[in-house]
């Protein structure tokens, strides 16, 4: 609405509309009333003025009849009578004797007798003429006639024949009309006078009627009503009808009816009566009743309207709140509104307006949650943007940083771009390089390449090849080196197309995979075959041994202490005990004999060509030469024992399962027995050790389980850009009665073996979710990191558990971290892969780890929806000694940023550690100097 318009209030509106309608009908009503009042009024006008007729005529009949009756008297009375008079009639002496009587008696006005001639004989009263017409008539015809006689006054006249001996001639009698005006007056109330033809030549200048009011008893309020029609109506419309004449405020009824209907030719003596009833009052106290009904209406529309308005000042002052209330919106205060809505208190029970407001509530909301969507949205847009921004830069920047030559040339050849590996490869800046033709850097021996490459440049054959070939540098130098040529369409056109050329130094790579296959195969820390190197060399042995007929004995070693100086002091003290129990192994051992580390600190060691004095002479120096070696870790001195069981060829089994089994057991019963003791498999005592072995760490799991004593220690992992702790790795102790700690890898495999890893895990989640809710209540941002095991893979309704935990409404899916490690997918890989999809739809992150040490390690970065990926230890401890390590890390790191996942250096134990993996671009790390595994409170 504009500002300078006024507001016209709707309770207004309706008020003029609801008003106003209601005025127009109540008047339309109110009229239709009195209209019909009004006919009824005048239909009880004319029957009354027909009654006032009737009575007009009866009364002139009966004059008429009493002037015949007295005639009929006089004949009478004058044939009777004696003549005595001579030449004088008898009815003439009897008249004058009895005149006065009889005038007052019939009330008379004229006698007049007349001869046979027509003469007049004797006159008694008014003198009042006889048309000489009228008595020759009555005189030929022998019939009365009657007749009015009007001068200034009319008469009702009777002339009668007269046939006596007596009297041969004609009576005239007449008698005034006063008489019977007065008596219509006294019984009607009316006002009635007669009209008379006046001819006089002045009178007819100033009136439109021939007619003049007679001077019989007309009322002076009535002159003016008889001059006032007989100048502005013509005089038919009143005769034998009446008609309502309005005159200065006043109403009166009007009608004519002629006296007599002339049968004769004299017209000059036509008379009516005019009839006068002043209807003023009666017609004005139907106008006034009207006129009350009509204000009775209008003043009960306007209590209506006052009533009206009063229930709408209520309702209307709701919507005024609302309407109000709108500006909010604009302002994107919702809340506000809101607000402003829950005011609108309806007392009279839930109505339209109750229905708006729920409607209007329940709009604000959706508005709010639009808003706050499209906000989402918006920052989520902005994120992609920022992202995708990054994205680009990041791959601006790994194919930079790619080790890799990525050239872009026209199909002419002409180079448009080479990153810096390319700038590398071909030894010149890149100025010298971009514009220049491809071709030049090619040899001219390598004309196969040559020919394939303009093929592809003409739209030929395939739109991609590969070739090993060789590159000149601008020294002259050729590099052998492996190339990949795309053609890229740009908008799907051929002519704006360019040719994608990739370059790998061969070289480089042989010298890679060499170096990769020795770590497939080799112990990185102590130098030694690992398990697999092991496996491999153990099943040679045993087909040597089975072919020539020698035994063969299979020591397997777990180093007592080990667990608790790694713990303590770190992975990197860990290390050293590794290496140097590592050296003096080598040097007890046989020429002929092989040592691998098969396990964190497990070792084995096949002795070929051996006996069973051999055998405990080897097992006895182990120990020895053990012991003898003091073992120096941060100022500490350390004696190392190892817990030896001996499985012997072909007497304890023919293939390397059943032995390493078998090597197995007889060592648990050596650690059983104490530290640095030595057992040889005997089948006999097997069964009966391991069962007391079981049953002992049966009691211990179980009542740990029962009485809730394992606890979590957490390691913290920090983000090196940020340099702040981002989240925990949760790792599980069992706690003795005496405080002691009992490692994972002291009780895991018992549990294993009776069936209580599971409980264990589900034990290990619910304590990482509660926690997690504890540190979100804190408002701790931190995630949390649990170990799954490639065990509980193949357990169905560990899902189930983990979905019900997570689920929580109080659980952030997004803080909870799986990590997987690469030999629990290859164990079971579908049932893996099943498992990791339904942890992802949950909405928890996974973590690979151990990544590096397998060949599938990158295949597994695309196959599954991994976030973190742990490098392996192994590669970071000795990263600051080692370029291998460095180049081969930054490798690793560069292959996993290029799949969008964050990296993890474990086993950090140094500064300098620290800088190189900075320089590489890790983006966490995690470690003893990062900080020890401990209670997170």
Request: aromatic share 10%.
């Amino acid at each position: 609405m504009e500002k300078n318009q006024a507001l016209f209030s709707l309770k207004w509106k309706m008020a003029l509309w609801v008003g106003g309608v209601f005025f127009i009908l109540h008047s339309f009503f109110s009229y239709a009333l009195y209209a019909n009042a009004k006919n009824s009024f005048f239909a009880e006008r004319e029957r009354i003025q027909s009654s006032h007729l009737s009575r007009v005529k009866i009364l002139t009949e009966d004059s008429f009849l009493a002037l015949r009756h007295f005639t009929d008297v006089v004949i009478s009375v004058g044939s009777s009578v004696n003549h005595k008079v001579e030449d004088q009639p008898p009815n003439v002496s009897v008249i004058d004797k009895n005149w006065l009587p009889w005038q007052m008696e019939w009330q008379l006005d004229n006698i007049t007798l007349f001869d046979k001639q027509g003469s007049t004989v004797r006159s008694w009263g008014s003198q009042i003429p006889v048309p000489d017409l009228i008595i020759k008539e009555v005189l030929e015809k022998s019939a009365a006639v009657q007749t009015v006689y009007c001068k200034k006054s009319c008469f009702q006249q009777l002339i009668t024949p007269v046939g006596t001996q007596a009297l041969a001639g004609v009576v005239s009698t007449a008698r005034s009309f006063a008489d019977i005006i007065t008596d219509y007056k006294r019984g009607s109330g009316s006002d009635m006078t007669m009209l008379m033809t006046n001819t006089d030549a002045v009178y007819a200048k100033n009136h439109h009627w021939p007619y003049a009011v007679a001077t019989e008893n007309l009322s002076e309020n009535n002159l003016p009503v008889f001059e006032f029609i007989a100048t502005h109506y013509p005089i038919s419309n009143f005769i034998n009808r009446r008609k309502m004449i309005a005159l200065s405020g006043g109403f009166f009824d009007v009608s004519l009816i002629p006296v007599q209907q002339q049968n004769t030719a004299n017209l000059s003596n036509t008379a009516y009566f005019l009839l006068i009833d002043d209807i003023s009052a009666d017609f004005k106290r139907l106008q006034d009743e009207a006129l009350r009904i009509w204000l009775y209406g209008v003043f009960d529309l306007a209590v209506l309207l006052a009533l009206v308005m009063w229930v709408l000042r209520g309702w209307l002052r709701r919507l005024n709140n609302v309407s109000e209330a709108f500006p909010l919106l604009q302002q994107y205060q919702y809340d506000a509104f809101s607000k402003r809505l829950t005011r609108n208190k309806n007392r009279y029970g839930h109505d339209e307006l109750t229905n708006l407001d729920h409607t209007l509530l329940a709009v604000v909301k959706q508005l709010k949650n639009s808003e706050q969507a499209v906000h989402a949205n918006t920052c989520e847009l902005m994120e992609k943007s920022q992202y995708l921004a990054k994205e680009r830069d990041f791959i601006h920047h790994l194919i930079e940083v790619a080790p890799v030559i990525i050239v872009t040339q026209k199909l002419n050849g002409i180079i448009l771009s080479i990153n810096q590996a390319g700038v590398n490869g071909f030894e010149a800046d890149r100025l010298s390089i971009v514009g220049k033709v491809f071709d030049v850097f090619l040899p001219e021996t390598d004309r196969e390449h040559s020919k394939k490459l303009n093929e592809l440049r003409l739209g030929q054959g395939d739109e991609q090849f590969q070739i090993s070939g060789f590159l000149m540098t601008k020294a002259g130098k050729q590099k052998e080196t492996s190339w990949s040529h795309t053609i890229v369409r740009v908008n799907g056109s051929l002519d704006e197309a360019v040719v994608l050329t990739l370059g790998i130094d061969i070289s480089v790579s042989k010298i890679t995979q060499e170096k990769l296959l020795k770590m497939a195969t080799y112990d990185y820390v102590t130098g030694l075959s690992n398990r697999r190197k092991f496996e491999e060399d153990f099943v040679l042995e045993l087909a040597s041994a089975k072919r020539y007929g020698y035994q063969i004995a299979l020591f397997y070693l777990d180093l007592d202490k080990f667990k608790l100086i790694n713990d303590t002091e770190g992975r990197e003290a860990g290390d050293k005990v590794l290496t140097q129990v590592a050296t003096v192994l080598k040097e007890a051992m046989r020429l002929t004999d092989l040592l691998s580390r098969v396990g964190g600190d497990e070792f084995a060691l096949i002795m070929p060509h051996a006996d069973l004095n051999g055998v405990e002479h080897m097992a006895q120096k182990i120990n020895r030469v053990l012991l003898a070696h003091d073992i120096y870790i941060a100022g500490k001195t350390y004696k190392m024992t190892a817990s030896i069981g001996v499985a012997i060829f072909p007497e304890h089994g023919l293939v390397t399962s059943e032995l390493l089994k078998n090597a197995d057991c007889a060592m648990y019963q050596a650690k059983a027995a104490g530290h640095g003791q030595y057992r040889i498999f005997s089948p006999d005592s097997d069964y009966q050790d391991k069962l007391n072995l079981m049953l002992h760490w049966r009691e211990i799991i179980e009542d740990a389980i029962a009485n809730d004593k394992f606890i979590l220690y957490y390691q913290p992992i920090r983000n090196l850009k940020s340099n702040v702790i981002s989240h925990f790795e949760c790792l599980i102790r069992l706690q003795k009665e005496d405080g002691e700690l009992i490692m994972p890898a002291d009780f895991i495999n018992h549990a294993e073996e009776l069936g209580l890893a599971g409980r264990i895990d589900r034990l290990v989640l619910k304590k990482v979710v509660q926690k997690h809710m504890e540190l979100n209540q804190q408002g701790k941002d931190y995630k949390l990191t649990i170990n799954l095991s490639g065990r509980l893979f193949n357990d169905v309704t560990i899902f189930d558990d983990i979905s019900w935990l997570i689920r929580d409404r109080n659980v952030d899916p997004g803080k909870i971290i799986f990590e997987i490690a690469e030999t629990a997918i290859v164990s079971n890989f579908a049932a893996a892969d099943r498992l990791i999809a339904q942890i992802n739809e949950l909405g928890c992150l996974i973590a690979f780890d151990n990544f590096g040490v397998g060949f599938s390690s990158v295949y597994y970065l695309n196959r599954f929806p991994i976030a973190y990926v742990k490098i392996d230890g192994s590669f970071i401890r000795k990263i600051d000694k080692s370029d291998d390590d460095k180049v081969f890390v930054k490798a690793l790191s560069g292959v996993a940023q290029a799949y969008g996942k964050k990296t993890v250096a474990e086993s950090v134990e140094s500064e300098e550690a620290l800088e190189i993996l900075k320089e590489i671009g890790i983006d966490f790390v995690q470690g003893f100097y990062i900080g020890a595994p401990a209670p997170l409170d």
